[in-house]
T-cell receptor, first 116, second 118 residues
Framework: DAGVTQSPTHLIKTRGQQVTLRCSPKSGHDTVSWYQQALGQGPQFIFQYYEEEERQRGNFPDRFSGHQFPNYSSELNVNALLLGDSALYLC???????????????FGSGTRLTVV | AQKVTQAQTEISVVEKEDVTLDCVYETRDTTYYLFWYKQPPSGELVFLIRRNSFDEQNEISGRYSWNFQKSTSSFNFTITASQVVDSAVYFCALSEAYSGGGADGLTFGKGTHLIIQP
C-alpha cells in the first residue's frame, strides 16, 4: 500500500521563476493538504483540496496556488519565487473533513525547494 | 486563533533516561484534535497519536505515553527508557472542529529536537 508520494525530492530554482510540485495521495484518501516547513520551524498550512476545490487557505499570498485532479493527485504552484520560499514542502493526504481529523493525516517525505 | 507552543527547542539525554516533551495549546473551540508527529532526518512526518478534546484518558503505547490535561491546555509526551532511534524532531499539532464550509488544516508547534546520546 503506497503512502503519499511527492515529486521531485529536491529542486533548485532562481529567484523570480515559477515552480510546480506534485503529490499523489495515499490509496483511499481523497483530500490533499500542503504545508511549508522552513528550516528549524514547524510546518505551516498552505491550503487543502478536496472534490477538486480549494477548501481552506492558510496565511499565504496568491503566488501560491494549487490544483487537484480527478484522481485526487495535486499540484502546488509557486510564482515569482523569493529567497524566503526556500523550504521543505510537505503534502498530506486524508479523508475529507470532518473525518480526516478523526483518522489522521499521512505525510509524504516532502520536496526540498532551494531558491537562489 | 489557534496556537501550539513547544517551549523546549532542544533536549539532550543519555540513552535509557526518561524524557518528557511539553506541548501547550490555545483554541476557542470546544471540539478539537491534538496530534504528535515524529520527523526523522528523512523529512517525513510520522504519525504517533491523535487525541480528541472529549477524551482525557492518558494513553500508553510501549515506551511512549501521553498526558492530556484540558485544565492546563497541555498534551505532553513522555518516552520511557529512551533509545538512540528516538532521536528526531517531535511536533505537536492541533486541528479545530469542522464547521460550516471550513476544512481542517493542522497548526503545528515549532518542534522539539530530541537527541538521545549512547
Amino acid at each position: 500500500d503506497a503512502g503519499v508520494t511527492q515529486s521531485p525530492t529536491h529542486l533548485i530554482k532562481t529567484r523570480g521563476q515559477q515552480v510546480t510540485l506534485r503529490c499523489s495521495p495515499k490509496s483511499g484518501h481523497d483530500t490533499v493538504s500542503w504545508y511549508q516547513q522552513a528550516l528549524g520551524q514547524g510546518p505551516q498550512f498552505i491550503f487543502q483540496y478536496y472534490e477538486e476545490e480549494e477548501r481552506q487557505r492558510g496565511n499565504f499570498p496568491d503566488r501560491f496556488s494549487g490544483h487537484q485532479f480527478p484522481n485526487y493527485s495535486s499540484e502546488l504552484n509557486v510564482n515569482a519565487l523569493l529567497l524566503g520560499d526556500s523550504a521543505l514542502y510537505l503534502c498530506a493526504s486524508s479523508f475529507p473533513p470532518p473525518t480526516g481529523r478523526r483518522y489522521g493525516y499521512t505525510f509524504g517525505s516532502g520536496t526540498r525547494l532551494t531558491v537562489v | 486563533a489557534q496556537k501550539v507552543t513547544q517551549a523546549q527547542t532542544e533536549i539532550s539525554v543519555v540513552e535509557k533516561e526518561d524524557v518528557t516533551l511539553d506541548c501547550v495549546y490555545e483554541t476557542r473551540d470546544t471540539t478539537y484534535y491534538l496530534f504528535w508527529y515524529k520527523q526523522p532526518p528523512s523529512g517525513e512526518l510520522v504519525f504517533l497519536i491523535r487525541r480528541n478534546s472529549f477524551d482525557e484518558q492518558n494513553e500508553i503505547s510501549g515506551r511512549y505515553s501521553w498526558n492530556f490535561q484540558k485544565s492546563t491546555s497541555s498534551f505532553n509526551f513522555t518516552i520511557t527508557a529512551s533509545q538512540v532511534v528516538d532521536s528526531a524532531v517531535y511536533f505537536c499539532a492541533l486541528s479545530e472542529a469542522y464547521s460550516g464550509g471550513g476544512a481542517d488544516g493542522l497548526t503545528f508547534g515549532k518542534g522539539t529536537h530530541l537527541i538521545i546520546q549512547p
